[in-house]
């Protein structure tokens, strides 16, 4: 009997509650504020990188194309092929990496040194390839589709992917579709 | 009766052929028509031409199979023609027109093929309207200022009594009496054209040979830049051959030819323009590669610098674009002054092989003369040209396109024309007054 009771009071004054309390409301500001926070952070806030991976080719004459060294944005990571591991070298720098190609061109002294960054970008840094070091000169990856090549060294670097792009030479991120120069 | 019961049978039957007919044609017409709102996008690259990256990009509606096959077959013969251009016209290529052309003596003569002659019959044309200031003549200069394939290794070997002994970061200025020497070899008029397309072409060195330290030095041919350019215009022929309206085609970035633009950015607008930047010859105030963006399609794009193939020493910037009338590199300063002159010089047009002329000689002529030929000539042209002056940390920008309609996206970069009421362009600026 008691129990009803007490469960029927209980009932009724849970009912003549008001639904809606004044310290309500601070909670839900709370909650949509956290939840606005948490979307610019994930949406708008992110830094849009777009590019998936640098890759880097060298062309013998005989072996042909091999892919020498390739860095993964998502992963931060990095492989270099068996056959170039003492003459690539990567280390950290502040905002990325540079990497360093060693053992290129015809009197196989060469080097190349390349820099990617974390915010999505990849340039050549130096090279000794020539006095007119063109691959030093060649724009700043960017995007998925960009190339940087070094003709004495027989270096191709190539941006590949990116966030929203599948082809290449699209730059859906930025606002150029070209650059001319 | 039975006449109007064949009449009936003759009606069904004929409406019945034709819905037939309808039932038919009709995939046929609808997969057919072009529908730039389906397109997608494919791009293929390589770096095995003109020592640099040349780009053909396609907008076709590759859900289709046969569409992907037409791509590749074009692919393939893209590649086919850049190699033949090539190996008529490169210096590296010991076999090529150009390479035998230059081992000749004086008053000797030889056939050309077809990509070399139609490419020197352009550069007449434009030689003769530009007043000499594009003249492919100036090869030796080039040579003599360490601009050739031949430096371009880490395995370079002296030559000529003229060469460095080794390439250092350093630059030594060429002698003197190689510079006025060389000089004497320069002029394209002695290069004679006869023959047609029938019978063919054959090229005459009518240019006396200059002897320098007991050395005989013979005129020479780069056609480097102007190839590149008319190779543009061969794929943009090529490109129409399979019936492409949308894309375009990339020689190393310098040289462009637009199509139409089928992104879904570009349909939805009713523009189909592509959004183009003009690189910076020079770092600005901010990152963005392109000092100017602007809508383009369906056009011939030419650039040309000092930042492109130069190297700076001492704070001075040597450019492989030679003046021919000097014998040095543009914009050597006068002793005691800063450098300056025009940095950068992009042409639209129709032809890319115009516009590789039109654009070296832009940078070669002092900017009076620049500003004059730009005012007068007939041709439908579109210009824009960065000045620069050592002394400043600002840049102006200079074009044919009405102040209203140029966005400039970097502060360091100043626009500095106005078109008068006539249509001509009037410099407003200071760097080069």
């Known amino acids: ?181 | 009766m039975q006449t109007g019961h064949l009449r009936r049978v003759q009606a069904a039957f004929l409406i019945g052929a034709l819905t037939l007919l309808m039932l038919f044609a009709a995939p046929a017409a609808v997969s057919d028509s072009p529908n730039p709102a389906a397109y997608t996008t494919k791009t293929k690259q390589s770096t095995a031409f003109f020592s640099t990256t040349v780009a053909l990009s396609v907008q076709d509606d590759f859900s289709k199979e046969k569409n992907v096959r037409k791509f590749e077959d074009c692919w393939q013969e893209v590649k086919d023609v850049l190699r033949d251009i090539e190996n008529a016209v490169s210096v590296s290529n010991p076999d090529s027109d150009i390479a035998l052309f230059n081992a000749l003596p004086e008053g000797g003569s030889m056939t050309i093929t077809e990509h070399t002659a139609n490419i020197l019959l352009i550069v007449k044309d434009m030689y003769a309207e530009l007043g000499g200031m594009f003249d492919p003549t100036v090869a030796p200069l080039v040579d003599l200022w360490g601009f050739t394939p031949r430096f371009n290794t880490n395995r370079y070997q002296p030559q000529y009594p003229y060469d460095p002994p080794a390439l250092t970061n350093g630059h030594t200025v060429p002698d003197e009496r190689y510079v006025g020497g060389f000089k004497r070899l320069v002029n394209f008029d002695g290069i004679i054209i006869t023959g047609d397309t029938d019978t063919g072409y054959v090229l005459w060195k009518e240019i006396p040979s200059v002897e320098i330290d007991g050395v005989l030095y013979q005129a020479q041919l780069d056609l480097g830049g102007v190839a590149k350019g008319y190779a543009a215009d061969v794929m943009r022929g090529i490109l129409d051959g399979y019936g492409y309206t949308h894309g375009y085609f990339s020689n190393g970035s310098s040289s462009m030819v637009l199509l139409r633009n089928a992104s879904p950015d570009a349909v939805a607008d009713g523009t189909k323009a592509f959004t183009l930047g003009i690189r910076k010859p020079r770092d600005g105030a901010n990152e963005q590669s392109g000092y100017t963006t602007l809508q383009i399609r369906d056009r011939a794009l030419s650039t040309s610098g000092d930042y492109d193939h130069s190297f700076t020493a001492d704070g001075i910037i040597y450019s492989h674009i030679i003046n021919p009338a000097t014998g040095f590199p543009i914009n050597m300063p006068k002793d005691g002054e800063p450098q300056k002159g025009i940095a950068m010089a992009t042409v639209f047009s129709d032809s890319a092989a115009v516009g590789e002329c039109l654009s070296t000689a832009l940078c070669v002529m002092p900017l009076n003369d620049a500003l004059d030929y730009i005012n007068s000539i007939e041709r439908d042209i579109t210009v824009y040209m960065v000045l620069y002056n050592a002394a400043y940390d600002f840049y102006e920008v200079i074009s044919s396109e009405a102040a209203e309609n140029i966005t400039i996206r970097d502060p360091a970069y100043v626009p500095a024309s106005e078109t008068d009421a006539e249509g001509n362009i009037v410099y407003t600026g200071t760097l080069l007054n």
């Open chain 1, 1 to 181: 009997m008691k129990n009803n009771i007490i469960n029927e009071e209980a009932i009724r004054t849970l009912k003549t509650q008001r639904s809606f309390r004044r310290g309500d409301i601070f909670v839900y500001a709370a909650l949509a504020a956290l939840i606005a926070a948490l979307f610019w952070a994930f949406v708008f806030a992110r830094p849009k990188i777009n590019l998936g991976a640098i890759n880097v080719f060298h062309d013998d004459p005989i072996i042909g194309e091999t892919l020498v060294f390739q860095y993964s944005f998502a992963s931060d990571s990095y492989t270099i092929d068996d056959a170039w591991t003492d003459r690539v070298h990567s280390i950290r720098i502040d905002g990325g990496y540079t990497v360093r190609f060693d053992g290129l061109g015809d009197s196989a002294d060469g080097f190349n040194l390349l820099t990617i960054l974390d915010s999505g970008e990849a340039f050549m840094l130096d090279a000794d390839c020539s006095r007119r070091k063109d691959c030093v000169g060649f724009a700043h990856i960017r995007h998925g589709g960009s190339v940087i090549i070094c003709v004495p060294h027989q270096l191709t670097v190539v941006g590949e992917g990116g966030v929203y792009n599948e082809e290449p030479g699209e730059d859906p991120d930025g606002d150029v579709d070209l650059v001319l120069g």
